[in-house]
């Protein structure tokens, strides 16, 4: 298992370290075993469409070599300024991804992941 956590700098200024971090586990998949891997937020910051999409292209590379992977709403990611978290989970396309959200439940063979944000707005859907 990996865990990703607070990439907004990366998605928004340094996007070749949040590269580079994908790229990393897809190398080192076999090596160590990467059956799954969670990113608990803040994968933008802002919620710009230039982050989601440079955020997208980057976790494509987990999708495209088979990594399956879930993703929880960060308040970043949800344009928390404007309480916009309906907005959340239109952003991110692969595969594998898995429809992000502020709760998720992914079975995969015999692993259930079961992943909860503490974002207020988390409390109340």
């Not at 990113?39 to 070599?65: C, P, Y």
């Amino acid at each position: 298992m990996i865990w990703m956590s607070d990439t907004q700098y990366y998605a928004k200024s340094y996007p070749h370290i949040f590269k580079q971090m994908v790229e990393w586990i897809r190398d080192q998949r076999e090596k160590l075993n990467i059956q799954y891997v969670f990113h608990t937020g803040d994968i933008v910051d802002d919620s710009k469409d230039k982050q989601w999409h440079r955020a997208d292209t980057f976790m494509r590379v987990l999708d495209e070599n088979h990594i399956p992977y879930g993703v929880l709403a960060g308040n970043h990611d949800v344009r928390h300024k404007d309480g916009l978290y309906a907005e959340y989970g239109k952003n991110i396309s692969g595969k594998n991804a898995l429809r992000i959200s502020l709760t998720m439940v992914n079975p995969i063979e015999t692993i259930k992941v079961i992943m909860i944000s503490s974002l207020p707005a988390a409390m109340i859907i």
